[in-house]
T-cell receptor
């Protein structure tokens, strides 16, 4: 069965410092990986998808199939990046999502 | 994107009772999903609801406890039956992003407390 692991429950960084959120997955097929974000008092929303290879709000994530990882990175964290971040995996068939445990990011001024 | 609303936004219920949560979407969608987020936990998929067919439940979730209706392409309900304090959670519905596997749009959630 598929599994998504986010080893850090909390990341606290200073504004302007780099931030990296770790995500590891286990899945026998060809998954698609996502990062979802939930800002305070807002609903969960998609941040980025690995297939898009895009940078959203300065965040990037690279799928490393050898290490089965999909870490999220931003070189210079901003206070508005403080939020809950979830890594998620979609199976090859169907649109179901399996979520990791989530990482709370706190960016201090 | 899709705009999703849920009712109620929160409720406090007595054990042994049932609560039905509604999910309304502003456009027609094929797949709707129901998740549970227990306190301090991540999201766990309860079931997938397609219009015109029975919902597909994930391991650990059964229809008797979480009956789901999907009468049309813009609406679904989830009932939490015979509630116990362990059912205290946030319940979220989501819909699939058209043509984009794994992209889902989420509702605001229903916060349930069972006493």
């Amino acid at each position: 069965a598929q599994r998504v692991t986010q080893p850090e429950k909390l990341l606290s960084v200073f504004k302007g410092a780099p931030v990296e959120l770790k995500c590891n997955y286990s899945y026998s097929g060809s998954p698609e990986l996502f990062w979802y974000v939930q800002y305070s008092r807002q609903r969960l929303q998609l941040l980025l998808r690995h297939i898009s290879r895009e940078s959203i709000k300065g965040f990037t994530a690279d799928l490393n199939k050898g290490e089965t990882s999909f870490h999220l990175k931003k070189p210079f964290a901003q206070e508005e990046d403080s939020a809950m971040y979830y890594c998620a995996l979609s199976e090859a068939a169907g649109n179901k999502l399996t979520f990791g445990g989530g990482t709370r990011v706190l960016v201090k001024p | 994107s899709a705009v999703i609303s849920q009712k109620p936004s929160r409720d406090i219920c007595q054990r042994g009772t049932s609560l039905t949560i509604q999910c309304q979407v502003d456009s027609q969608v094929t797949m709707m999903f129901w998740y549970r987020q227990q306190p301090g936990q991540s999201l766990t998929l309860i079931a997938t609801a397609n219009q015109g067919s029975e919902a597909t439940y994930e391991s650990g979730f059964v229809i008797d406890k979480f009956p789901i209706s999907r009468p049309n392409l813009t609406f679904s309900t989830l009932t939490v039956s015979n509630m116990s304090p362990e059912d205290s959670s946030i319940y979220l519905c989501s819909v699939d992003g058209r043509g984009s596997r794994g992209t889902q749009y989420f509702g605001p959630g229903t916060r349930l407390l069972v006493l």
